[in-house]
């Protein structure tokens, strides 16, 4: 699953920002150079930069949700070590309180309801890796009628393709390489390994203008 892992980081650092920061050139050019230090492990200068998006915009989930994609890649290259997952599952649950605010105003905000399917997705991928399978169920049964509600309001939004690849990846790899999860997972609808890899090149090659990207030091 390591392809895939490199894959989501890539389109997730990036899509949300084409329709939320496309006017805004400074908290773009922010959120870029956030971006590219992500992608090169500089996890303090990434943090710096997605630190001036809040600034810029406290009120916008996207900055938060940046925010927690470098803990995320703190606990990627280093699976066995915890000290973050607090930190991240913390971070997650204020930017799924953030989206609630924003869907409160507007229950048909998309950018919202992707962003708060992308949080709830990535607790339970941390749950799942911690062997806390049904906890990392749960948060695939929340966030799933989040991506499909995105989808119906905007069906060609390739970014919001990003949510439904991870959902049909995921729920068919994992019965068929821990099959004693099938007991949990039964009430989580089936996945499409195939298709959820085309949903993710798809998300990655039309979800984002597309940019010079930078060499990343190492890959996890």
């Known amino acids: 699953m390591k392809h895939i892992a490199v894959l989501l980081l890539s389109v997730v650092l990036s899509s949300p920002l084409q329709s939320q920061a496309k006017a805004d050139s400074a908290f773009d050019a922010a959120a ?15 943090d710096g930069e997605f630190d001036q998006l809040i600034t810029m915009s406290p009120n916008r989930p996207i900055g938060h949700f940046l925010h927690t994609m470098v803990t995320w890649w703190r606990i990627m290259i280093d699976m066995e070590n915890e000290q973050f997952d607090q ?3 913390d971070a ?55 991506v499909q509600g995105a989808m119906e309001l905007a ?13 049909n990846y995921y729920a068919d790899v994992i019965p068929q390489e821990y099959p004693f999860l099938k007991p949990v997972l ?31 030091r190492c890959i996890a």
């Open 186 to 216: 039964l009430f989580i609808p089936p996945g499409d390994k195939k298709k959820g890899i085309e949903q993710l090149k798809l998300a990655s090659l039309k979800g984002r203008p597309p940019r010079p990207r930078p060499r990343a």
């Open 87 to 89: 930190e991240f599952f």
């Open 92 to 146: 997650l649950d204020r930017v799924v309180d953030m989206c609630d605010s924003v869907l409160d105003r507007n229950e048909n905000d998309v950018d919202a309801m992707f962003i708060k399917g992308g949080a709830i997705g990535f607790k339970g991928r941390l749950k799942f890796h911690r062997n806390d399978y049904l906890a990392a169920a749960n948060a695939g049964r929340k966030a799933l009628p989040l």
């Open 32 to 46: 870029r150079r956030g971006i590219d230090a992500v992608y090169n492990l500089e996890f303090e200068k990434a």
């Open 155 to 167: 069906p060609g939004n390739f970014d919001v393709l990003l949510g439904a690849g991870m959902y």
